[in-house]
RNA sequence: GGCGGCAUGGCCAAGCGGUAAGGCAGAGGAUUGCAAAUCCUUUAUCCCCAGUUCGAAUCUGGGUGCCGCCUCCA
């Protein structure tokens, strides 16, 4: 395999290739858990997961880890608004975050470590770098001395000669005048009262942003990494900082490949927190979009690049998935009707298919598949092979539904399996997972419940079976207006789906 | 002011020098009592100008517009 991502280190489009063989060490940027997450939020996490799930298709063990910030201004401020404590607030949020990631179909991450449990690591870690000249205390605070790191601004292009000039009156000025250099940055900082703090030999604290990345890459995957994630906002200054402190600390490179993702926008501009124009995951799920909706959205864009968030793309998005989605339950539904095998669980349906030999119009699909995603997770290119193995399937499915009995040869038919099993093997690479229709089932406390649902079809049927459309429509109005969908079937049977 | 990115049909979005993927919407047709679903067909010369080239959406130069970062941020 030749894996090609953009590098944002170098800006170009470099091959991979990990430090260990078969091995990959990621370090991917997490939240500041103060609220719920948003959509952005979302795309960064899905993206990477794509990252994960394809290099695990590939056969690699992946090392995944990816922090939590459990300290932080505004999880204090969130604290005193809400009369509770820092740990409770970061306790929930890292619930909540779960609860969403879980839904979405991320994968966990193999390790996810805390601010306020790594304070051995990031004390350590700064002790070295005072010792290395690289830091200075003031009253309690210690920063990091960027002008004793020449390389400082390699990551994201600055220059420090000519960017001091242009603090442009967003530095606090306090801090300014205790820093030695408007870039310097808090390793440590003082406890202000009241404030939960930790003792260090700098006095009670709490450690600046940065510095948890760092001791936390260190403690949990080395001083050199494979690849380092996060969102292009973390570039400057967090990654730069990141880096300064790291390779400064350690005297090693602190990951060989750095990927960012775009942001996604709202009426172009960012979508975020303090812009107040965010949407969070839970509300839209709340709203029934669906976590497969969100992926496929998200991953039919290119990661780098913004990403416009409206209504309009997100019913596009659903529309998408409820068609694709028909595909891929097509096996599941299906496969008594088909002959084909039971569906036993997606991993058997994988592994099985990689036992097989599968025609060659499949094989050029799988082969583009992996292309795309080859050349810098073009997902864009890859959902298009998606819709385009799908295709046959949703008329497949489209024919069982309409009772048309003749399900072609067998050969035909072995080729649909195989192209369903494809289908389902890829679609998992981008955590595209089915999602069975709910018919005929209750949800959790319904209005409108079944037997009176059933009840209503059985006296629609009588008006059909009479020749009163007119009475037949009515009760098929009726039900959509409480949200119950009615689907005719070829055989007289009528299905129902709540929507 | 510094650094970086983007500009493709009604909307979203691929494309990385060889003649415009895919999704949504629209139109026509098949099927259908209606509805839904499905299938087939169909819709662009790529912000502007100049250049390089046999050939450019793709490269170069110059515009114009939008955005990100430089403060917390996925």
Redesign the pocket.
Known sequence: MSLKLTNSFT?KLETFKSLKPGEVSIYC????VYDLCHL??A??YIVWDVLRRYLMSQGYQVTFIQNF?DIDD?ILAKASKESSTMTQVSEKNIKEFHQDMDTLGILRPSRMPRATRCLDGIREMIQKLEKKGAAYSVEGDVYFSVMRYSEYGKL????LS??QL???G??DKEEGARKQHPFDFALWKTAKDGEPSFSSPWGQGRPG?HIECSAMVLQELGETIDIHL?????????HENEIAQSEVANDKKLATYWLH?G???VG???????LGNFTTIRALLKEGVSPMTLRLFIL???YR????F?R??I???S??W??LN?ALCLGLISHHRLKWPKNVSHEKTISDLNARVIPETLSKSRQQFTDALE??L?T??A??IL??LG?PL??LA?QI?RDISDLGEEEKNKELHLRWMLLVSLANILGLQPELPQVGESDQGQKYNEYEIIKAIKERKAA?LSRN?TK??KI?KELKDKGIE???KKDGVTDWIRK
């Open positions: 800006k940027c997490g939240v500041t952005g939020h795309r960064s910030t505004k994201s292009g600055r220059d000519e960017q242009n603090a442009d967003r530095i942003w996060g969102g292009s906002d973390l570039i400057f200054p967090h993702n942001m996604v926008n172009g501009q960012k979508m975020s927190k303090s039919q864009a290119h690049k913004p990403l416009d409206t309009e793309s019913e596009a998005a529309i998408g409820q068609r028909s050349d810098d073009n864009s290119i959902i298009s819709f385009d295709r949703r008329s489209n539904e059909k459309f037949a429509d098929r009615l689907i005719d």
